[in-house]
Nanobody
Framework: VQLQASGGGLVQPGGSLRLSCAASGFTLDDYAIGWFRQAPGKEREGVSCISSDGRTYIPVSVAGQFTVSRDNGKNTVYLQMNSLKPEDTAVYYC??????????????????WGQGTLVTVSS
């Protein structure tokens, strides 16, 4: 079982990035997949989730800025991030809930985590 997050990098304020979360060893659309981020000195924060039935959830903090989608054929979930700001700088993680098909923004409800990908928003 593996989750591989990728797509991070350095981007200027106002720019966009698309992160990918590729799964192996299991089928993504059987579970809820969440995206979280953690900035230095801060707690891990949920920024999106897609449930097994394809419903998407975006917290108010990034609503209108982030969207999440899934490509079942590629067994990959994407996080599209637009209008990026310096405060979006963080390590971004994807995670899977083995125990549920519905979404949660509570990190402790997720069972397996990918390794994270660093997003730096700076001019």
């Amino acid at each position: 079982v593996q989750l591989q997050a990728s797509g991070g990098g350095l981007v200027q304020p106002g720019g966009s990035l698309r992160l990918s979360c590729a799964a192996s060893g299991f089928t993504l659309d059987d579970y809820a997949i969440g995206w979280f981020r953690q900035a230095p000195g801060k707690e891990r924060e949920g920024v999106s989730c897609i449930s097994s039935d394809g419903r998407t959830y975006i917290p108010v903090s990034v609503a209108g800025q982030f969207t999440v989608s899934r490509d079942n054929g590629k067994n990959t979930v994407y996080l599209q991030m637009n209008s990026l700001k310096p405060e979006d700088t963080a390590v971004y993680y994807c995670a899977v809930r083995w125990t549920g098909r519905t979404c949660s923004f509570v990190p402790g409800t997720y069972t397996y985590w990918g390794q994270g990908t660093l997003v730096t928003v700076s001019s």
